[in-house]
């Protein structure tokens, strides 16, 4: 079982791998996210609550119970740091052996962490031999020294800890953590996208989880406080009408120019109370999301640029979550960026119904892709079971 505990939802998908290598759905259980505020646990008996419910319809979907799972890990509190580290391989030059790729990885992984903090991943970008760089398997060949360029996906211990308490109380063991862009953009980013340079941009509820690749290997991670539920929060205020009807109106409602074109639209918004119905415009709610939006991708052009990746992202940006959804984004994105935009949905996953095929189900569905694929590995290779966990080639 794979389990996305999300802010406005929570998504429980139970797989199989076939026999031909193949992972298949078995069953997809989603509940409204009680007791979650911005990835982390803010109400322990309600948040259990709601992962008993996934959990239930996925396995009864399934039709077989289930016991531990998988577990995505996300929102603003993840960090992302390269890092680099290596050993001396003797005096004369010699073979580089698995296990010198093991230790080359374990000393990149020594940095200073932040009080309290884990590390979730340790992600190998490209090793040196002496003074050659980017390659991708060292193992078999020759040199003096052996390094290696990783990015270390760190967490506070006790965001995973309290995430982790809440699955247990839903009667389900937490067998690995992943983070969730990781998961997603399993599924979601091509090879080509990944090799060329590309940035995955999660719009959750409560945050926006970015990840950016090159050169096929992960470069960047990092959070923004803004999600989905501000655009609505935005729109409530700005036209005065319960939240409710103002996700409402931002989902269901025609209102953005990129599909409207030059018409005019007004928008019936029913009585609430002892108010009368009214009517706004579809350039008002326009106005109001818009700037939100514009507020969004700004930030997720500082984030890269402050990483130094501004120019290393040719193929541009992938959006998935339910924030995704958004009216006229892609367009918005291109527009501002001069870069290709387009919304990710989840492949690669057998067995799946046509309503996940949503960007919103990236991160369940990446996460399903990711558990199948390490027990996989732990199959062919046993003995380096413990190890790979965390050695996680995309
Ligand atoms: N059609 C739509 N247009 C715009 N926004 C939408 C649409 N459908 C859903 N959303 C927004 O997507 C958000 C929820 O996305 P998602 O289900 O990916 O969140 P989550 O994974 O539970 O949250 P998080 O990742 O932040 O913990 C909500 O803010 C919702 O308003
Ligand atoms: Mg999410």
């Known amino acids: 079982m794979a389990l996305d505990v999300g802010s406005s ?11 031909e290598g193949e992972v298949r759905s078995l069953g997809l259980g989603v509940s409204e996210s009680k007791g979650l505020r911005k990835g982390q646990v803010s109400n322990l008996e309600q948040a259990s609550f709601s992962i008993r419910r996934a959990v239930e319809e996925a396995e009864q979907q399934a039709g077989i119970p289930v016991e531990s799972a998988i577990l995505g890990i996300g929102g603003g509190y993840i960090a992302g740091v390269n890092s680099r580290g290596g050993l001396g391989l003797g005096n004369k030059p010699r073979d580089v052996t698995r296990d010198d790729v093991r230790r080359a990885v374990s000393a990149a992984r020594q940095v200073r962490l932040p009080e309290g903090a884990e590390v979730l991943h340790v992600l190998p970008q490209g090793f040196w031999l002496d003074a050659q760089n980017g390659i991708r398997d060292p193992i078999g060949m020759v040199g003096h020294r ?3 360029n990783v990015h270390l996906v760190t967490s506070p211990a006790v965001l995973a800890q309290n995430m982790v308490a809440a699955v247990n109380q839903a009667g389900v063991v ?3 953590l992943v983070l969730e862009p990781l998961a997603a953009a399993e599924c ?9 340079g590309a940035c995955m941009v999660d719009i959750g509820g409560g945050t926006t989880e970015l990840i950016v690749y090159a050169a096929g290997a992960v470069r960047h991670t990092s959070a923004i406080a803004i ?15 319960p939240i409710a009807e103002s996700e409402r109106i931002k989902r269901e409602e025609v209102w953005s120019s990129a599909e409207l074109g030059e018409q005019e639209r007004s928008i019936e918004i029913p009585s609430v109370g002892d108010r009368p119905p009214r009517s706004v415009l579809a350039r008002e709610v326009a106005e109001i999301l818009d700037a939100r939006a514009q507020e969004l991708l700004n930030l997720v052009r500082r984030e890269i640029e402050r990483a130094g990746l501004w120019t290393a992202i040719p193929a541009g940006l992938v959006f998935v979550g339910g924030g995704a959804r958004l009216q006229g984004l892609c367009e918005m994105a291109e527009k501002a960026f001069a870069l290709p935009a387009r919304v990710g949905r989840p492949r690669g996953l057998a067995g799946l119904g046509e309503e996940a095929f949503a ?13 199948g694929r390490a027990q996989q590995v732990l199959e062919e290779r046993p003995t380096l079971s413990a190890r790979l966990k965390g050695l996680f080639l995309a």
Do not use: C, M, W
Request: proline content about 2%.
């Open 9 to 19: 939802k929570i998504a429980a998908l139970v797989a199989q791998t076939t026999a």
């Open 359 to 371: 960007p919103e189900y990236a991160v369940i569905v990446g996460l399903a892709l990711y558990a």
């Open 227 to 241: 999600g989905g539920d501000h655009f609505t929060n935005d729109l409530a205020v700005g036209i005065r009408t």
């Open 174 to 176: 937490v067998s690995d």
């Open 188 to 196: 979601v980013l091509s090879r080509d996208e990944r090799e060329l």
């Open 146 to 148: 052996l390094d290696v």
